[in-house]
């Protein structure tokens, strides 16, 4: 007889064929053992709770500090290091401005302009002994200095702007024809020419616009010095670097280049 399912608690629903299949070849995937995954899952999101949901998130809260506590290392390790301000030590009435570096022994140097040596010195060496150094070769840096202070570029460092100017007006006059006298011969084809009182350099070159900007101290200097700087920054155009190809360039356009660069020293 059949039964009346409004009559019982007794539940019926439509199953699939193919439930039935995988039901078999499973074994504990049937409805049972899903009835026990829900409760098991239903007691891990009563009873468990308490114990899992501290732990995500202090687990994700940990990893976004994580995160920060790296991006605020990438930021550091990307801000440029500024070097530290040289300690400034006087020996014997010279001025010796001495930088940390690097280094394995003490290297001094005269300033372009003559009025004291800067010294670099590996961290371990204690300014007693640089002072010590300095001391003992006092004759040799009063001469390099005394010879320093007598060339052009010490003397430069005193001008006034008019006389800038006048360097200015007179380097501006001479390059674009050296340029266009040079450019043939070399095959390259110059950009932009400027013209700027630098201390460190005496020209720049950007190969990839050809921009070229000459030191207008060089009216100061030979002629020759002044074409040598020209073809120097030509020769950029040619080779980036001042490697092999560079020099091998430069003897082939400019044989006499390292007589005329000693002119600037």
């Not at 899903?34 to 998130?57: C, F, H, I, L, Y």
């Not at 005193?158 to 360097?167: G, I, L, T």
């Amino acid at each position: 007889m059949a039964s009346d399912n409004r009559s019982g608690p007794v539940r019926t629903r439509r199953v699939d064929p193919g439930e039935l299949k995988r039901q078999a070849a499973g074994g504990s995937r049937g409805p049972g053992a899903a009835s026990q995954r829900r409760s098991a899952a239903s007691g891990r999101g009563s009873g468990e709770a308490g114990k899992v949901a501290p732990r995500q998130r202090s687990s994700g809260a940990g990893r976004a500090a994580a995160g920060a506590g790296k991006a605020g290392a990438q930021a550091t390790r990307r801000k440029p290091v500024r070097p530290a301000a040289p300690e400034v030590l006087y020996v014997d009435g010279i001025e010796v401005r001495l930088q940390r570096k690097k280094v394995k022994n003490l290297n001094l140097r005269i300033a372009r302009d003559g009025d004291h040596v800067d010294a670099s010195a590996p961290a371990w060496m204690s300014p007693a002994d640089v002072a010590d150094f300095v001391h003992r070769k006092h004759d040799w840096i009063e001469a390099q200095m005394e010879r320093v202070s007598a060339t052009p570029m010490a003397q430069a460092s005193q001008a006034s702007k008019a006389e800038v100017a006048q360097w200015r007006a007179v380097v501006q006059a001479c390059v674009p024809a050296l340029v266009a006298a040079w450019e043939p011969i070399m095959g390259v084809k110059a950009g932009q020419l400027a013209y700027r009182n630098m201390t460190s350099r005496w020209g720049s070159c950007q190969p990839s616009t050809g921009r070229i900007c000459i030191n207008v101290r060089l009216a100061l200097y030979p002629p020759e010095c002044l074409e040598y700087v020209v073809v120097h920054e030509l020769c950029h155009l040619l080779e980036r670097g001042h490697g092999p190809r560079f020099h091998q360039l430069m003897d082939r356009f400019m044989p006499d280049w390292k007589q005329r660069r000693d002119k600037l020293r």
